[in-house]
């Protein structure tokens, strides 16, 4: 017998099956959102910092609080995009006649966020890999060149596309797992849960790539 997170990572239809007729319990998919929220939230702090020295140094005080406050936040946002993923699949899902409860469809959506906890500790990886290296001057925000010269810098770096590419990735691991939640949670078709997950998930992984300017 396979722990349950291993088997909704490997087989999220024979885990979900087994979960459609239990009460739902939020305890743990919340823990799991926590855990991407926390971790991003150090992200954010290593990425804050990285930029400070940009700045002018009567801003840059500014920034250190900016850096602690976002590290706060992530995780507090973390459990709040939770829901509202969870309220779009619900949303979606109810074109298609879903029946199941809202509550066990932010069950399941949790349970999705398994490969994105592990995206997270990988981005992390590389995102402390890439502050620690690179030292940046300080920034004429008036200069156009300048500031879009800092911003290829950030965005652009190899590491950092590296990291976008990585939770593509996951994501797309955590859209699998998702389509089989709304498939019980929701006593939807396959065909009709992956249209509820793919559709919001396709729109946000253009925008991601849009973003770093491949198309």
Avoid: C
């Amino acid at each position: 017998m396979s722990h349950p997170i291993v088997e909704v990572l490997l087989n999220p239809d024979a885990f979900f099956r087994k979960m459609a007729d239990r009460a739902p319990d939020l305890m743990l998919p919340a823990a799991l959102v926590l855990v991407t929220g926390i971790i991003g939230g150090i992200a954010a702090y290593l990425i804050t910092n990285m930029l400070t020295p940009a700045f002018p140094a009567e801003a840059q005080g500014i920034m250190g609080i900016i850096a602690v406050a976002g590290a706060v936040a992530t995780p507090i946002f973390s459990l709040i995009g939770w829901v509202v993923v969870a309220i779009i699949f619900y949303a979606i899902s109810s074109v298609f006649k879903g029946s199941g409860s809202l509550k066990k469809t932010l069950e399941f959506t949790g349970y999705g966020y398994v490969p994105t906890a592990l995206s997270s500790a990988i981005s992390l990886v590389l995102t402390a890999q890439f502050t620690s290296s690179v030292t940046l001057p300080q920034i004429d925000f008036t200069d156009p060149a300048a500031v879009t010269a800092f911003q290829a810098t950030v965005t652009h770096s190899p590491m950092m596309t590296a990291v976008v590419g990585i939770t593509i990735v996951f994501l797309l691991w955590s859209a699998n797992i998702w389509i089989f939640g709304m498939k019980h949670a929701r006593n939807l078709t396959l065909k009709n849960a992956a249209i509820t997950v793919g559709v919001p998930v396709g729109i946000y992984i253009i925008y991601q790539i849009v973003s770093l300017g491949v198309i």
